[in-house]
């Protein structure tokens, strides 16, 4: 018995048609086959969508693992630290703690005194002495200070300004920060462009702002769009970026302030101060336009910084600052001299030595070549977490005698000064600048003092050690690198 199913169905084209008839048996044979397949992929879909929820428990699962783990090993580190400054020996004990003291600290942190705020009216003198170009917080690389020096090095600094808008800017289009937080930011942050040539008069306050942050601000709402653009171009083509940040600036001018605090009534004319890795030379510019009877000696071994320190000289037309381009090791710290200094004369190569957040082991160059000079040394040491077994500069650690006798260098490099960088342990970087400062002491310091900036926001790494020696030292067949224990 055969049935016809429903009307004729096209399958060859449109000018043949075919009349199909299937039997009840097969009809039902192609209905089961058909509701099985609709089951076999309902029960696919059903198994997938199971398998990529069970994948994100599973991951879910693995993260939450892994952020126990971690956090497990940060206590594990944590608990080793505080077992190995449990060792070290009560502060009564060391060398910078004179017999039969008075002194009432029993913690490391405690040892280190603010250095004394200069009031208003000094901090006002100061910098009235100081010129825009020496000053941290007004320098502007116009085209004077910029030409010749190398550009691939030069745009790479604003390649990186301009990286830093682009994700304030993402970020503003994606709703993280609203458009008054955006320019809060770029304002403290970024090297913003300033005009040196004042505004047409009629310029709205608005478009000034806009056209402040380096063309990259959209029309403010309410203000002629070719306003805004006439204002870009002024601002492109008669414009200057700075040197810091505004925030950056500020906390570099706050650094100099306490440097001034520390040196007045310390320097004398005819005085001779080196300034070890000074960068682009916003330190030791601007104590050089107060200290004029002194002369500095600003040393580093990036040449395009040296280039940058001469063009802000040749503008500030200082007379009292040269530059010098040298590559300390620990095995040329003895023989390191000024230029111009004659090693025949017997008289210091310099008078003081400046180490402002010299990374790692390089303050401890600075220190010693101080010390084979007899001259004295401030140093502001940085990044002691960069120092391991592998990147010591070729010293021991720990540096002191009295360290060394509670502690091997591996514990020293691995543990203690690893967490040095990090502000929850802060007594682990205490420790590292003591260490240092009693080694200056069993090398044989007349003095050393122990301080920290004010206020200490201007630098997280502020501890800061001044150390005074009373002559030269003479290099010895036993290198300082390797102290014994029982000292010099």
């Known amino acids: 018995m ?51 929820n069970n994948n994100m428990v599973q991951t879910d699962k693995d993260r939450e693992h892994k952020k126990r783990q971690q956090k497990r090993q940060r206590e594990q580190r944590q608990e080793s630290l505080e077992e190995l400054m449990g060792r070290i020996p009560p502060l009564s004990e060391s060398l910078l703690v004179e017999p039969h003291s008075t002194t009432t600290a029993t913690n490391v942190q405690d040892v280190y005194q603010s250095i004394p705020t200069m009031d208003k009216d000094h901090v006002e003198k100061f910098w009235n002495h100081v010129p825009d170009v020496c000053n941290p917080k007004l320098t502007m690389l116009d085209s004077n200070i910029v030409e010749g020096l190398d ?38 942050h970024g090297r913003k462009q300033q005009q040196q040539q004042q505004q047409q008069q009629g310029t709205s306050k608005d478009a000034v702002e806009s056209a402040t942050i380096a063309s990259t601000t959209a029309a403010t709402k309410g203000e002629n769009d070719s306003t805004v653009v006439v204002v870009e171009e002024e601002v492109s083509s008669s414009s200057s ?80 600052v040269h530059i010098q381009q040298f590559i300390f090791t620990p095995q040329n710290v003895k023989e390191y001299h000024p230029p111009g200094y004659d090693p025949t004369m017997k008289k210091k190569a310099f008078d003081l030595g400046i180490g402002l957040h010299c990374c790692g082991s390089f303050t401890d160059m600075v220190m010693e070549t101080c010390m084979y000079q007899g001259a004295d040394c401030i140093v502001c040491p940085c990044c002691n977490g960069g120092m391991t077994s592998k990147a010591t500069g070729g010293f021991s650690y720990p540096r002191s005698s009295f360290l060394q006798q509670c502690m091997t260098q591996e514990e020293y490099l691995s543990q203690l000064s690893r967490h040095a960088d990090n502000a929850q342990n802060y007594a682990a970087k205490c420790w590292i600048e003591y260490d240092r400062a009693l080694w200056a002491k069993e090398m044989g310091a007349k003095d050393v003092e122990l301080w920290k900036m004010e206020p200490l926001t201007c630098t997280p790494k502020h501890h800061v050690l001044f150390i005074r020696y009373n002559d030269p030292i003479q290099p010895s067949e036993t290198s300082s690198h390797n102290i014994s224990n029982d000292g010099v």
């Open 2 to 52: 055969y049935v016809t199913l429903g009307p004729p169905t096209k399958i060859l084209n449109s000018h043949t048609h075919v009349s199909v008839t299937l039997s009840p048996i097969v009809l039902l044979v192609c209905h089961i086959v058909f509701l099985r397949s609709l089951t076999t992929t309902n029960n696919n879909t059903k198994s997938q969508k199971k398998t990529r």
């Open 151 to 188: 550009e691939r090095k030069r745009t790479r600094d604003e390649n990186f300004q301009k990286k830093f808008q682009r994700k304030l800017k993402a970020k503003e289009h994606r709703g993280e920060i609203t458009r008054e937080e955006y320019e809060h930011l770029w304002n403290q």
């Open 241 to 320: 970026s700075s040197l810091l940040s505004k925030c950056r600036g500020q906390r570099k001018a706050e650094q100099v302030e306490n440097f001034v605090s520390l040196l007045r009534g310390r320097l004398s004319s005819g005085m001779t101060v080196v300034d070890f890795g000074s960068g682009s030379g916003n330190l030791c510019l601007a104590l050089a336009s107060y200290f004029t009877n002194v002369q500095f000696i600003l040393v580093d071994r990036n040449e395009f910084s040296l280039q940058l320190v001469q063009k802000r000289i040749d503008t500030s037309q200082l007379s009292n």
